[in-house]
């Protein structure tokens, strides 16, 4: 889809996801190896009382299901950003579920553009759990 064809307030629904339980400790152990994402006696005594998922990992699997939309096809040019904010932990086997709408939409030149996408994520309790705002770069036709 390009620039043209995106108007702001589009929303995608986003295929529910279930934070599995080795899947998580496996990223965590990889990539964020705080003892509140791997140690399950360290994470009892937190004041969340066990495992939590690691923020990237809780966006990363909702953001793999968005990807699979594929809205922009061949059109999108590359990522520019990301900002992601966590209101609420995830822990496994969680579901979680989000929307994503089109926020902005910024012509830059003749040839492409700003996309700016929001993702609300939810858990199954409908609980807002993070927000993200990415940017892509996306062609314009001309």
């Given at each position: 889809m390009y620039?043209?064809?995106?108007?702001?307030?589009?929303e995608i629904d986003i295929p529910a996801v279930v934070i599995d339980k080795e899947k998580m400790m496996d990223f965590a152990r990889l990539y964020d190896?705080?003892?509140l994402h791997c140690d399950e006696e360290y994470a009892k005594h937190t004041r969340f009382g066990k495992l939590i998922?690691?923020?990237?990992?809780?966006?990363?699997?909702?953001?793999?299901?968005?990807?699979?939309?594929?809205?922009?096809?061949?059109?999108?040019?590359a990522?520019?950003?990301t900002k992601i904010e966590w209101f609420k932990p995830v822990f496994a086997e969680d579901t979680l579920k989000g929307t994503a709408r089109i926020s902005d939409v910024?012509?830059?030149n003749d040839y492409n553009g700003i996309a700016e996408i929001t993702i609300d994520v939810y858990?199954?309790?409908?609980e807002l759990v993070l927000?993200?705002?990415?940017?892509?770069?996306?062609?314009?036709r001309r």
């Open positions: 620039l043209n064809d995106l108007k702001k307030g589009m190896p705080i003892p998922a690691p923020g990237v990992m809780s966006f990363m699997a909702v953001w793999a299901k968005f990807v699979e939309n594929d809205i922009f096809g061949d059109e999108l040019i990522g520019k950003s910024i012509k830059r858990n199954q309790d409908g927000t993200n705002v990415t940017e892509s770069v996306v062609k314009y």
